[in-house]
C-alpha cells in the first residue's frame, strides 16, 4: 500500500486520555509521531526526529514550554521552531532548523492528526454520537496486519462461522440473506437482509435483527449497523490507523438501544464475546500477515462471496476505478 496517497486524510492517532504534556510518541503511516500538551491543555504534534541528529525528541522533555531534545539540549517553540541551541553564540542560532508540525484535532475523545500541512478532509464523527437515544461505549485494540486485511476482515460475514463459531455466528445455524453491494462516495456499503434473525451474541443487541448494513469509507472507517424492522438496534464504528505496512490500531465507538436489560450489563457480556472475537480476529490474521510476508506478496483467489476486496484495493490505491457489483444471494 502506498502510504503517500493517505496523507492527507485525518486518522485516530490515539486517545485523548494518552496525551499528557510529557511527550509520548506514536507512529502513523510509517512515520513516528510526538505529541503532548502545552500549557493551556493544546494537543501539539511533531514529527519525532530532531534535525539536528535525528534523535527522537519524544524522549526529551518540555523546558518553559519548548520541547528539548535529550541529545544536545535543541529546544524547540509550540510551531516546531528551533528557538534555543546551547552552547551556540546568541548571535548564531540555527533559525532554519524546524521541527515538521503536524494538524491536529481533538474530537470525541481521540486525537486526530493529518500529515499533510493542509487538508480539505475533516475527520469523520458518526452519527450515532450524537443519537441521545444510544449508549455509547469506546475500546481498542492493535494488531500485527495492515490495515487493507483488517478492512476486509471486518467487512466479511463468511468466516465468522468458522473463526468466531459460537460467538457471532455458527455453522449450524446458516439462513438465507439477500446481499447487495453499493457504491458510495469515498467508499463502498453492503446491505444484508436476512430469513432469520442472527444467532450468536449479536442477539443481545435486539432479538428480532434482521438486516445489517456493512460500510467501509476512505481513509479506514468501518461501520456495522445492526437493524430490527426500521429501527437500528447497535452500531459499531472502527476507526483502523495504520502504523506501518504490518502494525495497525483499531479505535472503537460502539452504541447500543437499551432494552429492559441494562447497557452496563450488556456491554459487560458483549464486552467479553467482543475481546474473544477480537482475539480471534487477531490470531488469523497475524497468521495471515506471516504467510504472505514470507511468500513475497498475497496471491489470493476469489470467488462472488469475496465482495469486498478488490474495491477497497481500488479506494486505498485511490485510482478511481470501480468494480461492477452485482446483487446476490448466500447462506450465511
Same mark, same amino acid.
Given at each position: 500500500?502506498?502510504?503517500?496517497?493517505?496523507?492527507?486524510?485525518?486518522?485516530?492517532?490515539?486517545?485523548?486520555? /494518552?496525551?499528557?504534556?510529557?511527550?509520548? %510518541?506514536?507512529?502513523?503511516?510509517?512515520?513516528?509521531?510526538?505529541?503532548?500538551?502545552?500549557?493551556?491543555?493544546?494537543?501539539?504534534?511533531f514529527i519525532?526526529?530532531?534535525?539536528?541528529?535525528?534523535?527522537?525528541?519524544?524522549?526529551?522533555?518540555?523546558?518553559?514550554?519548548?520541547?528539548?531534545?535529550?541529545?544536545?539540549?535543541?529546544?524547540?517553540?509550540?510551531?516546531?521552531?528551533?528557538?534555543?541551541?546551547?552552547?551556540?553564540?546568541?548571535?548564531?542560532?540555527?533559525?532554519?532548523?524546524?521541527?515538521?508540525?503536524?494538524?491536529?484535532?481533538?474530537? +470525541?475523545?481521540?486525537i486526530w492528526?493529518?500529515?499533510? +500541512?493542509?487538508?480539505?478532509?475533516? #475527520?469523520? !464523527?458518526? @452519527?450515532?454520537?450524537?443519537?441521545?437515544?444510544?449508549?455509547?461505549?469506546?475500546?481498542?485494540?492493535?494488531?500485527?496486519?495492515?490495515?487493507?486485511?483488517?478492512?476486509?476482515?471486518?467487512?466479511?460475514?463468511?468466516?465468522?462461522?468458522?473463526?468466531? +463459531?459460537?460467538?457471532?455466528r455458527t455453522? %449450524?445455524?446458516?439462513?438465507?440473506?439477500?446481499?447487495?453491494?453499493?457504491?458510495?462516495?469515498?467508499?463502498?456499503?453492503?446491505?444484508?437482509?436476512?430469513?432469520?434473525?442472527?444467532?450468536?451474541?449479536? %442477539? !443481545?443487541?435486539?432479538?428480532?435483527? /434482521?438486516?445489517?448494513?456493512?460500510?467501509?469509507?476512505? #481513509?479506514?472507517?468501518?461501520?456495522?449497523?445492526?437493524?430490527?424492522?426500521?429501527?437500528?438496534?447497535?452500531?459499531?464504528?472502527?476507526?483502523?490507523?495504520?502504523?506501518?505496512?504490518?502494525?495497525?490500531?483499531?479505535?472503537?465507538?460502539?452504541?447500543?438501544?437499551?432494552?429492559?436489560?441494562?447497557?452496563? !450489563?450488556?456491554?459487560?457480556? @458483549?464486552?467479553?464475546?467482543?475481546?474473544?472475537?477480537?482475539?480471534?480476529?487477531?490470531?488469523?490474521?497475524?497468521?495471515?500477515?506471516?504467510?504472505? %510476508?514470507?511468500?513475497?506478496?498475497?496471491?489470493?483467489?476469489?470467488?462472488?462471496?469475496?465482495?469486498?476486496?478488490?474495491?477497497?484495493?481500488?479506494?486505498? @490505491?485511490?485510482?478511481? !476505478?470501480?468494480?461492477?457489483?452485482?446483487?446476490?444471494?448466500?447462506?450465511?
Amino acid at each position: 500500500m502506498d502510504f503517500k496517497t493517505l496523507e492527507d486524510y485525518w486518522f485516530v492517532l490515539c486517545e485523548s486520555k /494518552d496525551v499528557k504534556q510529557k511527550p509520548s %510518541s506514536f507512529k502513523l503511516l510509517d512515520k513516528p509521531v510526538v505529541v503532548y500538551r502545552n500549557g493551556q491543555g493544546e494537543a501539539l504534534a511533531f514529527i519525532d526526529k530532531c534535525p539536528h541528529r535525528n534523535i527522537p525528541v519524544s524522549e526529551g522533555q518540555i523546558v518553559n514550554g519548548n520541547l528539548q531534545c535529550p541529545f544536545h539540549g535543541w529546544e524547540f517553540n509550540h510551531e516546531g521552531t528551533c528557538v534555543k541551541v546551547p552552547g551556540l553564540m546568541a548571535d548564531k542560532q540555527v533559525k532554519a532548523a524546524k521541527l515538521k508540525k503536524f494538524q491536529v484535532r481533538e474530537q +470525541a475523545g481521540y486525537i486526530w492528526i493529518c500529515l499533510k +500541512a493542509s487538508s480539505d478532509k475533516k #475527520p469523520h !464523527l458518526p @452519527a450515532h454520537l450524537n443519537d441521545d437515544s444510544l449508549v455509547t461505549t469506546s475500546y481498542r485494540t492493535h494488531l500485527k496486519c495492515g490495515s487493507l486485511d483488517i478492512a476486509e476482515n471486518f467487512l466479511d460475514p463468511f468466516h465468522t462461522p468458522f473463526v468466531h +463459531a459460537g460467538i457471532i455466528r455458527t455453522e %449450524s445455524k446458516r439462513f438465507r440473506n439477500q446481499i447487495k453491494p453499493f457504491h458510495i462516495e469515498s467508499g463502498l456499503e453492503v446491505q444484508y437482509t436476512k430469513d432469520k434473525p442472527q444467532s450468536g451474541f449479536i %442477539s !443481545l443487541f435486539g432479538r428480532e435483527v /434482521d438486516r445489517d448494513l456493512g460500510r467501509f469509507l476512505m #481513509p479506514g472507517i468501518i461501520e456495522l449497523e445492526y437493524y430490527s424492522k426500521d429501527k437500528i438496534e447497535f452500531v459499531n464504528t472502527m476507526y483502523i490507523t495504520p502504523r506501518s505496512q504490518t502494525e495497525s490500531s483499531i479505535y472503537f465507538k460502539a452504541s447500543l438501544r437499551p432494552t429492559l436489560i441494562p447497557p452496563s !450489563l450488556i456491554y459487560a457480556i @458483549a464486552g467479553f464475546a467482543i475481546k474473544v472475537a477480537l482475539k480471534q480476529d487477531r490470531v488469523i490474521l497475524e497468521k495471515q500477515t506471516n504467510v504472505v %510476508s514470507k511468500n513475497g506478496g498475497a496471491a489470493f483467489c476469489h470467488t462472488e462471496l469475496d465482495i469486498v476486496r478488490k474495491q477497497l484495493e481500488n479506494l486505498y @490505491a485511490g485510482n478511481g !476505478l470501480q468494480v461492477e457489483f452485482k446483487a446476490l444471494e448466500a447462506m450465511i
